[in-house]
């Protein structure tokens, strides 16, 4: 999935009653992160570091998603325990095809890959990022890529 | 099809200034700029490693601290960072941040005046400036520029400004500093 291509609009589940459609969040930026699972093993994980720096993506009007393989059950703990607040979406069933869509789904364990997706206000992919196995990629990129988009925005 | 915006990551943003609290000089060849937590015990382990590391590449090293309290997770790590700064402006900056990371299961407000007041603070304006946060500002912006950098939890650091992707374990650092000296 390259700059300059429309996302593939996906409709996935957000909680147990309710869905999102990513054609849905047109007319602001949305960032979709994709992570392998929930419950990594550091206290520090990048859902966690995107929640903490949830001001600065409000300044852009972002939506931020987080997108992997778990269950709504699981994504509900996970978010209580983490204090979570924006939506995590379950690419549960048929299991991946979100994932597939972007072509991130790595098709050896069946999750998910760690990669980074910001859509401008018409639903177009203005920058993507796969980051390195294990490597939780931050924050700067998402918010160098919004600060790119705004610029552009400006008539 | 437009093209793919050309976007760096993991580059420290803002470099060591007058502002940071620093270790060091300037002039020395390895700049290390830790981004950390003090309610983190990520932090608290990696705390004597920078220590170790300081005190036996002492003339190699520039170092600076900067504030990133996760704060989502940490209830007490916004007041901690504050704490360190409200010391710094007393010209007690590093025993404050000493105290914090060795004391990481104590930072409720009422243990840290007491470690304040035997720091040796005027703990009349130290409390003021807690209360009217006055280093709220400095705090954030440590924390924006971390955003800005890539930091990825903590502690992250940065050697001569880019991202180092290794443990926080003292060989490993001191061999990717060594390679700067």
């Not at chain 1, 939506?87 to 048929?94: G, K, M, S, V």
């Not at chain 1, 401008?120 to 990629?137: E, F, I, K, R, T």
């Not at chain 2, 704060?71 to 790590?77: D, K, P, S, Y």
């Not at chain 2, 990371?101 to 930072?107: A, D, G, S, V, Y």
Request: charged share 15%; glycine share 8%.
């Amino acid at each position: 999935m390259a700059a300059g291509e429309p996302a593939p609009d996906v409709e996935l589940k957000a909680s147990p009653t309710q869905t999102v459609r990513i054609s849905g969040l047109h007319g602001r930026p949305v960032v979709l992160a994709f992570y392998p699972a929930d419950f990594s093993p550091v206290c520090t994980d990048q859902l966690s570091l995107y929640q903490t720096a949830a001001p600065a993506f409000a300044k852009y009007d972002a939506q931020v998603l987080g997108i992997s393989t778990d269950g709504v059950w699981c994504h509900q703990a996970f978010a209580q325990q983490r204090g979570l607040k924006f939506p995590l979406l379950a690419d549960a069933w048929p299991h991946g095809a979100a994932a597939q869509a972007y072509g991130v789904l790595d098709t050896d364990d069946g999750l998910a890959a760690r990669a980074l997706f910001v859509l401008d206000h018409q639903g177009v992919v203005a920058w993507s990022y796969l980051s390195p196995s294990g490597v939780n990629p931050g924050a700067d990129g998402i918010l160098a890529a919004l600060d790119a988009m705004t610029a552009k925005a400006v008539p | 099809m437009r093209t793919s915006l050309d976007i760096q990551q993991g580059q420290l943003q803002m470099p060591i200034s007058r502002r940071d609290h620093t270790i060091g000089s300037p002039d020395a060849p390895v700049i290390l700029v830790e981004f950390g937590d003090y309610q983190c015990p990520y932090c608290g382990a990696a705390h004597p490693v920078v220590t170790a590391l300081l005190d036996e590449r002492a003339s190699a090293l520039f170092f600076a601290f900067r504030h990133f309290p996760l704060t989502n997770v940490h209830e007490n790590a916004q007041f901690a960072a504050e704490s360190a700064e409200a010391a710094g402006a007393q010209g007690h900056y590093w025993e404050m941040h000493n105290w914090l990371f060795e004391h990481q299961r104590q930072l409720q407000p009422s243990a840290v005046m007491a470690a304040a007041a035997a720091i040796g603070l005027d703990i009349d304006r130290f409390a003021q400036d807690l209360a009217a946060h006055a280093f709220l500002p400095k705090v954030q912006e440590d924390f924006m520029t971390g955003l800005r950098s890539g930091v990825n939890g903590t502690p992250t650091f940065f050697i001569n400004g880019a991202r180092y992707e290794g443990p926080a374990t003292l060989e490993a650092l001191t061999e990717a500093v060594d390679e700067f000296r």
